[in-house]
């Protein structure tokens, strides 16, 4: 899968970067702290709604997904620190 970075770059899908951000977002709440392991089954969420639809999607795309992936799983102060860093 390849994703149109904000600047109009395509490049390769890394699910490394997302399960970073997913930690990193987590690291600054007073939630339960994720692991590793959880956020890599976001991540593998995250790429299997997204590829269903096409072949290139966008860092918006991502954005709104993992959003909506930890709210799902209850990690709201999460994913609003996701977004917030994400913009």
């Known amino acids: 899968m390849k994703i149109t970075k904000r600047n109009g770059i395509i490049t390769l ?23 590793r392991k959880q956020a890599a089954a976001i991540a593998d969420q995250v790429f299997l ?3 269903a639809g096409s072949e290139i999607i966008s860092t ?11 709210r799902e799983q209850g990690f709201t102060e999460t994913a ?8």
């Open 60 to 70: 918006n795309d991502v954005r709104r997904c993992v959003d909506a992936l930890l």
């Open 80 to 87: 609003r620190h996701y977004m917030e860093y994400r913009k």
């Open 13 to 35: 899908y890394d699910d490394e970067k997302l399960i970073a951000s997913i930690l990193r977002a987590n690291a600054e709440t007073a939630e339960t702290l994720m692991d």
């Open 49 to 51: 709604r997204l590829t």
